[in-house]
């Protein structure tokens, strides 16, 4: 009895703490319907998160409020960008739409913020190019990255490198994505961009080169740290199974 009362009072607190801080009001009928489990996700996503504030402990709570919540995010940046119409706040609803995989309106909104003083604001440019090539418009993410690379150089990242070399073969610019994979490989922090080189070497036949890369990149990962090593995994298995072939 005591422990039902205890929860009983617990369950009460913090529908009470929903209410006073303005929560969703979801967290009550979770509260309300799973007592038990509820008042665990509660914590676990609106209140720990507040009391340290790391980032493991605010990922695990993206995570856990992402399936109690599905469309929060969606609804919060899409809110502020109509209330704002900010830069900051059209790149946030256009991540949040790429993230779930709604291209076309992140095309949208990333294009809608492109005008005036912002008509080559670079944060909007990187993120509507990734947002283009993902939807299939290689051509679209291209001419983004020239925008970018013409009006903000400074801006210009090992990341965006690796996309324009893939948005350049996707249109069948053989030479210059050969070029600008050769070159993003050197710097590129990680496996991707010399996997990405060596399998497109290899769709040219030039088989012992994109051999020679693997190589590089398995004999490199061997002598990495495992937190490396980890991180990398879906690249070096890639890379592992390119090798293979032959």
Not at 61 to 89: F, K, Q, W, Y
Not at 218 to 242: D, F, G, I, N, Y
Request: hydrophobic share 50%; glycine share 8%.
């Amino acid at each position: 009895m005591p422990i039902v009362f205890l929860s009983a009072l617990v369950q009460v607190g913090l529908i009470v703490h929903v209410i006073k801080t303005g929560r969703n009001s979801l967290w009550i009928w979770a509260l309300l319907l799973l007592p038990g489990l509820g008042s665990l996700a509660y914590v676990l996503v609106e209140i720990l998160p507040e009391l340290f504030g790391s980032p493991s402990a605010r990922a695990a709570a993206r995570g856990v409020r992402r399936a109690i919540d599905p469309n929060r995010e969606l609804r919060v940046a899409s809110a502020h960008a109509l209330v704002t119409d900010s830069v900051a706040a059209k790149a946030k609803l256009g991540a949040e739409q790429s993230r779930r995989g709604d291209y076309a309106g992140a095309i949208q909104t990333y294009q809608s913020g492109l005008r005036g003083l912002y008509e080559f604001d670079p944060t909007l440019l990187i993120g509507l190019a990734q947002a283009q090539f993902a939807a299939g418009d290689a051509a679209g993410a291209r001419v983004s990255l020239d925008a970018l690379n013409t009006h903000n150089a400074a801006f210009k990242t090992a990341e965006t490198q690796l996309l324009y070399a893939r948005a350049l073969e996707a249109e069948g610019t053989t030479a210059r994505a050969e070029a600008e994979y050769r070159a993003v490989a050197v710097y590129y922090p990680g496996a991707e961009a010399r996997v990405r080189c060596a399998q497109f070497l290899r769709g040219l036949g030039k088989t012992d080169e994109a051999n020679a890369m693997l190589d590089d990149v398995l004999k490199t990962a061997a002598l990495a740290p495992r937190h490396v090593r980890r991180a990398q995994a879906e690249w070096l298995s890639l890379a592992e199974r390119e090798r293979a072939r032959g």
